[in-house]
T-cell receptor
Framework: DQQVKQNSPSLSVQEGRISILNCDYTNSMFDYFLWYKKYPAEGPTFLISISSIKDKNEDGRFTVFLNKSAKHLSLHIVPSQPGDSAVYFCAASGGSNTGKLIFGQGTTLQVKP | EAGVAQSPRYKIIEKRQSVAFWCNPISGHATLYWYQQILGQGPKLLIQFQNNGVVDDSQLPKDRFSAERLKGVDSTLKIQPAKLEDSAVYLC???????????FGPGTRLTVT
């Protein structure tokens, strides 16, 4: 039962352009969503989050959009930089154990110079 | 501030052998998590500790996996006996409380042959 899905395994964009990473979820009890970035041989690091009471959160080049009716969120990176090349995981929490993160499969982003 | 420490970083064992992983969380973090990340998938929570008590171990294969956090600080995760499908990266994370941001260690890559 894949409650959080990232349907695009990989994405390639040109430096300076926008990167859009997508995530869908099925559990309506989720009330907090996060994006983590992972470089090879390192653990995931927190990037940005959004509460279900908001529909947008912005932090510098990174913006997360939440569409609760569609159970969909997206991460926009503008402008994309080569250092953004990494695996991006969408995660969700909520329900009886608010500490439990449910992760998507990840999307590998490659930003070409 | 020191991050989450894990050891060893890499481990290769044969099936049916046993293995143990160690995690030292960020100082002052009461909540500790062990995740399993199989290649091509997102991290999956195995067990969550609050101090030295177990909060959630619903996805821990208890016939072969065990974990402890005896003094409420560092933790060990053991697999006995290992199967081929246990090949994965084992990630430890910690947070101040169960509702605050989780910080991940670099992980231990286990290969079972």
């Amino acid at each position: 039962d894949q409650q959080v899905k990232q349907n695009s395994p990989s994405l390639s964009v040109q430096e300076g352009r926008i990167s859009i990473l997508n995530c869908d979820y099925t559990n309506s009890m989720f009330d907090y969503f996060l994006w983590y970035k992972k470089y090879p041989a390192e653990g995931p690091t927190f990037l940005i989050s959004i509460s279900s009471i908001k529909d947008k959160n912005e932090d510098g080049r990174f913006t997360v959009f939440l569409n609760k009716s569609a159970k969909h969120l997206s991460l926009h990176i503008v402008p994309s930089q080569p250092g953004d090349s990494a695996v991006y995981f969408c995660a969700a929490s909520g329900g009886s154990n608010t500490g439990k993160l449910i992760f998507g499969q990840g999307t590998t982003l490659q930003v070409k110079p | 501030e020191a991050g989450v420490a894990q050891s060893p970083r890499y481990k290769i064992i044969e099936k049916r052998q046993s293995v143990a992983f160690w995690c030292n969380p960020i100082s002052g973090h009461a909540t500790l998590y062990w995740y399993q990340q199989i290649l091509g998938q997102g991290p999956k929570l195995l067990i969550q500790f609050q101090n030295n008590g177990v909060v959630d171990d619903s996805q821990l294969p208890k016939d072969r996996f065990s974990a402890e956090r005896l003094k409420g600080v560092d933790s060990t995760l053991k697999i006995q006996p290992a199967k081929l499908e246990d090949s994965a990266v084992y990630l430890c994370a910690s947070s101040i409380t169960s509702t605050t941001l989780q910080y991940f260690g670099p992980g231990t890559r286990l290969t079972v042959t």
